[in-house]
């Protein structure tokens, strides 16, 4: 069955045909989530959000884009909403914030690197990270990065490599 | 060389340390299936989505969106706060001097929950030809709509916000769009004056229907508004570029675009007002 005729039972109230939307999508809108979060609990929540959106309004998709780019540009807006959200309580409580951080990465190999990756990701501005971390982390391919934040395809571009740009400035004393 | 040694360091690195755990598949789709499939009826799943796009929103959009087409002097004199706004039927000669910016309104039925074109078309018609018949004036009131029998008997703005839901909606969507074609493609550096002065003058255009918006129901609602304001900002700051035209304003304004996110929320709220493909 595909996508379409999915779409056509879910509407009809088909619980089926709606695993099968979610299965073959919602790993990878929760990888995205997980990426851009850091946090597996936020990341469930947007993935479940997501997907209850999506469903809530499946009657006004008119198939005119893939499903995925549509089920993705929900995705990246709900998480993000979701992260400033966050980082509005986090202002509030800073200390603690820093404290985690540097917790959470006790597991890691070289705790100082990744703080200090981490650190300066999290400062880019939210449009270079979200397309960084969709092109380079999670691979997305610049039209599918276009399609998902509604920018044309230059765009994407030009933000991942600005991104970059800025990290290596921020990051310069890593080279050596 | 050195340069893409240190994005692939910076690639392992983010990706070691952002390795997704396993989505833990059933657990999210029993909280998908309740909310999607149990908790909402099909043709009111809307509701179920986040609490930032409240209830009323999207009446209330459609409503401003309604408002924007041709009562934009009526609500220059509306009193702030939560009016609402209802049309009255009059004799056609006491609105006679507001004949030239009377609104365009259609007289709904205070029953009439269904949504027909047809409906709408006649009465459209009828405001056309209104010269024979009593017209429509805007009277505002702080009374809810159906909170008493007077109000109830009359047509109200909000049963034709209910009537245009996803029409309206769109208009809303479309000023998001424009608002973020101009800003997108607001030039970095300082151009000529021509082009700014272009950019300007749409920049004015759109801060207009900002200021509609602010004033409307739909910018009532707290994330709309915080928004609008953002926007109304920023939007002044570029048709300001017809008076005033240096590239420091430029960086200023791209600065303002960025510590704010106001493309990124753009983005979103087009998203919200209409999630279609």
Redesign the interface.
Known sequence: MNEAQLITRV?A?D?LA??EL??AH??RV??LA??MT?D?EI??EC???T???????LD??????AFS??IH??AV??V??AL?GRRRAAARFVGIEAANDVHT?EN???VE??SR??K??EEL???YR?AL?MH??EGYTHAAIADV???PEG?SKTRVAQA?AK??KT??T??D | M??E???E???R??????R??E???D???A???R???DE?P?RR??????A?WSRWTTPAIAAAAALLIGVGLGWSVAPRGSVVTRIVTVPAQSVATAQSSAPKHTEVPATSNASTDANTDASTDAARTSSRTPRMTLAHSTTTPGTSDRVAQQPTVGLLANRFD?SEGNDVSRYLIRTAALL?TLPAEKTTAKSDTAIANRAAELLTQTHLLLDSRAGSDPTLHRLLEDLELVLAQVARLRVKQSGSDLQLIHQAL??R?V??RV??A???A????
Request: proline letters at 6%.
């Open positions: 509407l109230g619980r709606g695993r979610y299965d919602a790993p929760f990888r997980f990426s850091r597996e990341a469930r993935t479940q959000d997907f209850v959106r999506a469903f809530s309004k006004r998709f008119r198939q005119e884009a780019t549509w540009r929900i807006s709900t993000l909403e400033r990465q890691s190999h070289d690197l990744v990756v981490e300066a990701v501005p939210e449009i979200t971390i380079d982390l934040l509604s920018i765009t970059r990290l290596r990051l310069a890593l080279r | 050195e340069e040694h240190l994005d360091l910076i690639r690195t983010l990706a070691e340390s952002r997704s755990p989505p833990p598949l657990e999210m789709w909280h998908i299936e909310k999607a499939f909402t099909r799943m809307v509701v179920a989505m986040p930032r996803d997108q960025t510590v996110d493309l990124p983005h979103d087009t998203v919200e209409s999630i279609t493909d």
